[in-house]
């Protein structure tokens, strides 16, 4: 297994032996909780960034025809 040096912890979380031991215990708690989630959810959080990009160009859509639509009976209501 690969040694992780001091600057490679520090990217993922601050200097432990800085904080205080709570803070420490809670932070790893905190560490291991998202690691978890990422993992077990990232189906999720794909399925909802899917969901949400087509409720926007959903949106786009709607948008657009109703703009289009209203300047049609605009030129219709001119006689045009």
């Known amino acids: 297994m690969a ?17 205080h031991p709570r803070a420490r215990a809670g932070v790893g708690m905190l560490l291991g909780a998202v690691s978890i989630g990422s993992v077990r959810c990232s189906g999720l959080f ?22 289009w639509l209203w300047t049609r009976a605009q030129g219709a209501a001119a006689g045009g």
């Not at 040694?3 to 904080?19: C, I, Q, T």
């Not at 969901?51 to 025809?65: E, K, N, R, T, W």
């Open 3 to 19: 040694r992780v040096s001091d600057g490679e912890r520090e990217a993922f979380a601050p200097p432990f032996r800085a904080l």
């Open 46 to 67: 794909l399925g909802e960034a899917l969901g949400m990009f087509a409720g926007l160009l959903g949106g786009a859509v709607a948008i657009s025809a109703g703009a």
